[in-house]
């Protein structure tokens, strides 16, 4: 297990998702508005449905925090669902009594969608699969908790993460690179992150934007929903977190397995990606020029996403995440019944979104920096956020530094001498791009 770590729980329509945070260090100033910032934009985005309307998303810090201090004790927050007004008696944790099951019953034989049991199996979802392995008969026990309301949860717990690496100069972003099949130019990319982020789709090229809306509105006329894809950029990241040294400790693996967690995503790429098969070596390594001002590596390039050999090389981080098209649709496609396993003109329709490629980016943030939060503190680990910062102070300066020179069969005989102590904040622009040299 990493050093920070989260367990969430909770039902799409029950009372509220909860999260329980393991690995916060003391001292950090943490309030329910930190968290809330990106609670909010990721219920934004063009194409987003109805349940966006009703939820206005809010954590509650029920544990772990003083007077706005993190006591490094686990942290509870709670997102409640104001939609279970709803869905009382359907998803209520208590037995329900002859009484009350007779009037559940009855409003399904009179045809309430929230009270029938659902059997139209979804293809695409969690929905056959997991009512097989858990032996369900009503696919509501399994799509409650496979739905995509979960990720609430996880960006609550990405804002303490997000609190926690913003005070050593670490700042993560996303935006939307592509929707339907229509991709962003990267000359093209000219609004900075606060523009993007005020757009409909967090797209920082405004031309891109205009034509990814109209895929979404095709795609709305003919009942149907288009994915996409979100890329994440991280800056000011240290050289040396992860290692090569085995399987579970190269960060690069860590991250693609939590991107990859988001229920909609589907692949992962860092840098080029698969474009890095597609040329040759030499157009694809990063060439480096040498160590600069401040004890700084510097790359020309950045084709490698800030990662060589599952460890981050000072370059700022880039992963991708591929996002399908949503899988329940206005126009439901033929599937079977869980019961009686007949084909059926129609799978089960709960209401859904068109396009969520702007949101799972905001949900991909969150991921990346939660795995990064513990990456960090597994390397600087320390009780309070000033050990915490000051180790990493230490280590910036060690590695700024020049090394002695070897000797063959030798070993270093005596320290490196460091140079005076540099700022070590955030560099870089407040862009888009993702270039080797921010």
């Known amino acids: ?42 219920q934004r985005g063009y194409g987003r449905g109805a349940r966006q309307a009703i939820e206005q998303d809010r954590a509650e810090i029920l544990a772990g925090v003083r007077h706005g201090s993190t006591l490094g004790s686990p942290i509870l927050l709670l997102v409640r669902n104001k ?95 592509e929707v339907g099949g229509v991709a962003l130019d990267p000359a093209n990319a000219t609004r900075s992150r606060g523009e993007a982020d005020e757009s409909p789709l967090r797209c ?79 157009a694809v390594h990063d060439v480096i020029e040498g160590r600069g001002d401040g004890g700084r590596w510097i790359h020309r390039t950045n084709n490698a996403g800030g990662l060589t050999g599952g460890v981050t090389n000072g370059e700022p981080l880039v992963i991708r995440g591929a996002v ?40 991909g943030e969150a991921m990346v920096m939660l795995t990064l939060a513990s990456f960090v503190l597994e390397k600087f680990g320390g009780d309070t956020i000033d050990d915490v910062r000051a180790a990493l102070a230490h280590y910036r300066d060690r590695i700024a530094a020049a090394p002695v020179a070897p000797v063959a069969g030798g070993r270093r005989t005596e320290p490196a001498l460091a140079p005076e102590p540099v700022g070590h904040g955030l560099t870089g622009t407040d862009e888009a791009g993702s270039g080797g040299d921010d």
Do not use: C
Not at 19 to 37: C, Q
């Open 1 to 42: 297990m990493g050093a920070f770590r989260f367990l969430t729980a909770g039902e799409s329509h029950g009372p509220a998702l909860g999260v329980t945070i393991e690995g916060a260090p003391a001292g950090l100033a943490l309030t329910a508005d930190d968290l809330a910032v990106d609670l909010a934009r990721r």
């Open 204 to 282: 920082p090229d405004p031309a891109a934007e205009a034509a990814m809306i109209a895929r979404i509105d095709e795609a709305r006329s003919a009942g149907d929903t288009v994915g996409g894809v979100f890329e994440v950029v991280v800056h000011g990241l240290p050289i040396g977190l992860g290692s090569y040294v085995h399987w579970d400790r190269r960060l690069d693996a860590a991250l693609a397995a939590a991107v990859m967690s988001i229920n909609i995503v589907k692949g992962v790429e860092f840098g080029l990606g698969f474009e890095q098969t597609r040329r040759f070596g030499s």
């Open 83 to 177: 939609d279970w007004e709803n869905w009382t008696q359907v998803m209520a944790v208590r037995p329900l009594d002859e009484a009350e099951a007779a009037a559940l019953h009855g409003l399904a034989a009179d045809g309430n969608k929230r009270a029938t049991p659902v059997t139209r199996v979804r293809p695409g979802h969690a929905d056959l699969a997991g009512a097989l392995k858990y032996d369900f008969n009503d696919v509501r026990n399994v799509l409650e908790r496979a739905s995509a309301r979960e990720t609430a949860a996880r960006v609550a717990a990405g804002g303490v993460a997000r609190r926690f690496l913003r005070e050593l100069g670490i700042e993560a972003w996303s935006f939307t690179a």
């Open 324 to 363: 399908k098209p949503i899988s329940t649709l206005a126009r439901p496609l033929p599937s079977a019944d869980l019961v009686t396993g007949e084909a059926v003109d129609k799978a089960h329709y709960e209401r859904s979104d068109i396009s969520v490629v702007p949101a799972a980016g905001v949900v």
